[in-house]
Structures are given as C-alpha cells and as structure tokens.
C-alpha cells in the first residue's frame, strides 16, 4: 500500500510539472508513513510541506492542488488536508487486505528483498577473550549481532560472521599462570597466586583435565595435555583450546554459528602487525618519543596521538585491531559492522584514524559499529552478580539454564543496544502478558489452536474461498491487522539499513498486540463458511508474519503453549 501511494504521488508531481504547478528541477524525496491516529486513515505523507516553498504556494492550497493531480486508483477509498498541509490517505479495504493474499502466497519469503543485491558484509560480535565462559554481556552481543546477520540476510545481502579471539597479550598469560598455580595445589587466598589471576572454579576443571593428560577439541585445533606442571606453555596452550571449547558449547546453546574464528596471535605469525607498522612508518605517521612508537592519529581526527609499541617492548591492543581490520579490507569486505560492548568506544576512532594512516584506500567512518550497553541481571527486584562457576560474573549459559533460549535471546535483542538492559529473570520466566517474548510466542500458537479447532469441526481451511472474500475483513480491529502485516517489509528493510535488530522485536510485540485484539473481539469459527475462511486467513497470514519476524530474532515460532 505504501508503494503504491508513492507511485500515486510520484504521478501528481509529474502532472503538476506539466502544469507549470511545480519547477522542473525539483525532485522531491517522497515520504509516506502509517498514521498514529486511524482517525486521520491509515498513511500521511508531507508533500506539500516539502514543496510549497518552491512552488511559492501556501502548504495547504498546494496539498489540494496534490490531491486533485493524483491519479486514479481502486487502492485509496479517500484522501483529506489535515493540519498544515498533511495529506491523508484511506486505504480502500479491499485493496488494503490484498496483504494477506500476498503473506499467503509468499510464505517463508514475505519481507524478504534484495536491498543489499549480493553486496559482501562481514558482521564481527562476541569475539570474548578466550580466558572464561561467556558472560551476560557476551550473550548480548551474540543476540544482536546474529539478528543482525538474519537481517542482512534476509535483506539481500552475502553475510560472514566472524569471531575474533583475543588469543595474545597478558590476559593469555595470567590465564596460563592461573591454570598453573591450581595445577601445583594453589589455591587464590595463597601469597604466590598470580595478582591479576582468574578465580573462577572453571580455573579448577582446566588444571583437573590439564592433569589427566585430556584432549580437547576446539573448532580448529585439537590439543592434549602434557600434564606437566612446569611447562607454561603447554598449560597455555591447552588452557586456550579448552576455553574455545566451552564458549563454543555456550555459543551452540545459544544458537549461534560463525563462519570464520580469526587468531590475533596469526597476525603477529604471519608478520601482519610488522607489516603494518612498517606500512604506518613509511606513510610518515609515526614517531618516537619517550623511548615509545607513537602515531600521528590526531591528524585522523582523534583528541590525542597513540602509542604503538611501548617503552618496555610490546605493541598495545591498538595496533594488532589495525592490523586485523586491515586484513578485512583485502579480503574483500566494503562492508564490516563490528558489534561490540560500549567498553570498545573509545577504540572507534582509534582504528578508523589508523585505518586512514595506513592511506590503503579504505574510506573514512570505515568500519561500522554497534556497540551495546551493559546488562544487569535481576532476580525478585535484587541485583544477581555472581556466577560461582565463573567468579566474578552472570554467565550466558546460566541465564539460558534458568529462562530458556527463546526469552534470552529476544530479552538481550529487544532493547536498543545502546540502551542498558535490566534482564528480569521472573519476568522472562513467566506465563504472562507482560512477558514479552511469551505474548508474541502465544499469538501464534493461538492462530494454530484456531487452525486445529476447524480441522476438528471438519471445516478444513478453503483457500480459495477465503481469497475471494477480503474484503469482508472490515471491522476496525481487522483492519489494524492487516495494516500492520503490510509493514513488514519495509520494517525489515530499515532495521537491516539501521542496524536496529530491536525494530523487529517491537514490530512483533506490535503485530502480536493488534492480532490478540482482533481475535477478542471478532469472532472466528461463525457458521458462516466464506466470513470464517477469510478471518481465518488473516489470522494464517499473521501467523506467517510472526514466524518470520522470529526467525529473524532466532526465536522459535511454536504451535502449541
């Protein structure tokens, strides 16, 4: 309906160009959205707003002359002028329920397009550090940014998803010497614990399996324990390989898969942050000053130059993240969206200032973010902290143990990610209406309970008949249905386009709120065969929608509660 109101609009413009109405050159953007007041009709748009001004017409006389100039169509039952020079529009019913035939009939692949026309997009989220389980944090980071793949998706695009593990640095190593000390019996109340240890009695199952010489499978490495208490680095190694394995198992209960885990310790095996400090140098952008290797990043628009290498040997996390968007770069991905925790903001302007040092041709504000907020977990009003298995933190595997996959999923993906998330346990874990996830959910069960009671009145679905009476969906709660069903798609489009995975979840809760309305006010299983065939197509028609806007989320669609 949207489209074709643009097309009708499209249509005055061109004919009021004709009429000298309107100058030549003008090229408006046409803008037309669903009304919050049904009152007003069902869409609004403010053309003539937009083009009085050129056409040196008060809003109002211009938005008449608009509405005269449309052409005409059996879609639009009736336009008026509201406010300052608002066009509203009446979709005709049964132009406007001509929605379900097309759910009906496009099934699985209703809000489907090719928006993205085969482009390449890599999407890189969770990328934990390999030093412990998943925690809440993580698991809102894997929510989102698979909905967001299942958009990209669903959008028309050639999706990656990418895992970057954090395999190098320090936090590698006071795992190892963590692993090492309960390995020789300690515990971390002792004097020879390391400072900046992990505490977690995860720590205590590495060094068990460590000990009994165990083998671990992790996605790309398969590693046995030497079960030696002294070698370091084989407890590193092993410890790093048994860690993969459990965030593996998490991701796996989450429902979450990668195409691609990228090591930062390949980047220093394949000489690439040489590489690029070298390339960085020779570009001019470094110095060195304090007996450290800085770059020039405030001429990329950062508040304040970098350190690339400290004053006691070693390069900072900085460097080897240029270095690995740079790999990004020659592996062909115009488009990359890294979805990570608010903590990484300020490593946003770092890279991109690095990227632009590197003068590789990679263009400025490359990559995109989406960085999320933090997540408190909540049980009976009080604050959850701790996780005994992990120490110091809620883990994703506990919170899916306690309220299933379905509720955290759509709980963590549901905000705005840059909103801080209360995560209700009670709340996720409730029959209610006031539990998001389970209305949506009930919605369409119950669509399938109103299937299974014709079968069982045998008084199977016609949907013939159903399709050639539409127009008899003509109440107001009918109508809110169908109208709703019909944005679909370009919801879809948008929350693709915005990266805003959480435009579904609101959609749903919206689709799921006009369908419990109906269905408590219009009766369904009347004696009638051709109105209760229609009303029961809506009602399959939303049902298709629902799946499909679960799917994008991850969520099951079940047919019975």
């Known amino acids: 309906m949207k489209d074709t109101l643009i097309t009708l609009l499209e249509g005055a413009v061109a004919a009021l160009k004709q009429e000298g109405v309107l100058p030549q050159d003008v090229q408006p953007t046409i803008k037309v959205d669903p009304t919050k007041d049904k009152a007003h009709g069902d869409y609004a748009t403010n053309l003539a707003l937009m083009l009085a001004k050129p056409a040196g017409m008060k809003p109002r006389e211009l938005a008449a002359a608009v509405v005269n100039a449309l052409p005409a169509s059996d879609a639009v039952q009736k336009t008026d002028i509201a406010?300052?020079?608002?066009?509203?529009?009446?979709?005709?019913?049964?132009?406007?329920?001509?929605?379900?035939?097309q759910v009906l009939?496009?099934?699985?692949?209703?809000?489907?397009?090719?928006?993205?026309?085969?482009?390449?997009?890599?999407?890189?989220?969770?990328?934990?550090?390999?030093?412990?389980?998943?925690?809440?944090?993580?698991?809102?980071?894997?929510?989102?940014?698979?909905?967001?793949?299942?958009?990209?998706?669903?959008?028309?695009?050639?999706?990656?998803?990418?895992?970057?593990?954090?395999?190098?640095?320090?936090?590698i190593t006071n795992l190892a010497r963590s692993v090492q000390a309960r390995v020789k019996g300690l515990s971390p109340d002792h004097s020879s614990w390391p400072e900046d240890g992990y505490r977690g009695d995860y720590i205590i199952d590495v060094a068990q399996d460590y000990l009994a010489g165990k083998t671990v499978s992790a996605d790309d490495r398969e590693v046995t324990a030497k079960a030696d208490p002294d070698d370091l680095d084989a407890i590193q190694t092993f410890a790093v390989a048994w860690l993969r394995r459990e965030q593996d198992l998490d991701l796996k209960a989450f429902g979450v898969e990668f195409d691609v885990y990228f090591l930062e310790s390949s980047l220093y095996e394949d000489g690439k942050v040489d590489a690029t400090v070298a390339r960085l140098t020779d570009n001019g952008h470094t110095y060195e000053?304090?007996?450290?290797?800085?770059?020039?990043?405030?001429?990329?628009?950062?508040?304040?130059?970098?350190?690339?290498?400290?004053?006691?040997?070693?390069?900072?996390?900085?460097?080897?993240?240029?270095?690995?968007?740079?790999?990004?770069?020659?592996?062909?991905?115009?488009?990359?969206?890294?979805?990570?925790?608010?903590?990484?903001?300020?490593?946003?302007?770092?890279?991109?200032?690095?990227?632009?040092?590197?003068?590789?041709?990679?263009?400025?504000?490359?990559?995109?973010?989406?960085?999320?907020?933090?997540?408190?977990?909540?049980?009976?009003?009080?604050?959850?902290?701790?996780?005994?298995?992990?120490?110091?933190?809620?883990?994703?595997?506990?919170?899916?143990?306690?309220?299933?996959?379905?509720?955290?999923r759509f709980f963590l993906a549901a905000r705005r990610a840059d909103s801080q998330l209360t995560f209700d346990i009670d709340l996720a874990r409730s029959q209610s209406n006031e539990n998001p996830v389970y209305y949506v959910q009930y919605a369409h069960a119950r669509v399938c309970s109103m299937l299974r009671k014709t079968e069982a009145a045998q008084q199977p679905f016609d949907h013939d008949l159903a399709l050639a009476n539409l127009a008899l969906l003509d109440s107001d709660q009918e109508k809110a249905v169908f109208n709703r069903l019909a944005r679909f798609p370009e919801v879809v489009e948008v929350a693709a386009r915005n990266r805003e995975p959480q435009q579904i979840a609101q959609y749903l809760l919206d689709l799921a709120g006009d369908f419990h309305t109906c269905y408590n006010a219009v009766k369904v299983m009347v004696d009638d065969d051709t109105l209760r065939n229609t009303r029961l197509a809506l009602g399959l028609a939303t049902r298709q929608v629902l799946r499909n806007g679960l799917d994008l989320m991850g969520v099951r669609a079940p047919e019975e509660m």
């Open 105 to 171: 009939d496009c099934g699985d692949t209703f809000g489907r397009s090719m928006l993205g026309q085969g482009q390449k997009v890599q999407v890189e989220f969770v990328s934990a550090n390999p030093t412990g389980p998943l925690h809440v944090g993580h698991g809102r980071g894997a929510a989102i940014g698979d909905c967001l793949c299942r958009l990209l998706e669903a959008t028309g695009y050639d999706v990656t998803r990418e895992f970057y593990y954090n395999d190098a640095g320090a936090q």
């Open 83 to 101: 406010g300052p020079g608002f066009i509203n529009f009446f979709a005709a019913t049964d132009a406007a329920a001509q929605v379900v035939a």
């Open 289 to 408: 000053e304090d007996g450290a290797t800085w770059l020039r990043t405030t001429a990329f628009g950062d508040d304040k130059d970098r350190v690339m290498r400290k004053r006691e040997g070693g390069y900072t996390y900085f460097l080897p993240d240029v270095a690995y968007h740079l790999d990004k770069w020659q592996r062909g991905f115009k488009t990359v969206v890294n979805e990570q925790g608010a903590d990484h903001h300020s490593t946003v302007t770092r890279v991109r200032a690095g990227l632009q040092a590197l003068e590789a041709g990679i263009p400025k504000g490359w990559p995109d973010y989406v960085l999320h907020q933090m997540v408190m977990v909540t049980r009976s009003g009080v604050e959850v902290k701790l996780s005994k298995r992990a120490g110091s933190y809620v883990t994703l595997r506990d919170l899916i143990d306690e309220v299933g996959r379905d509720a955290t």
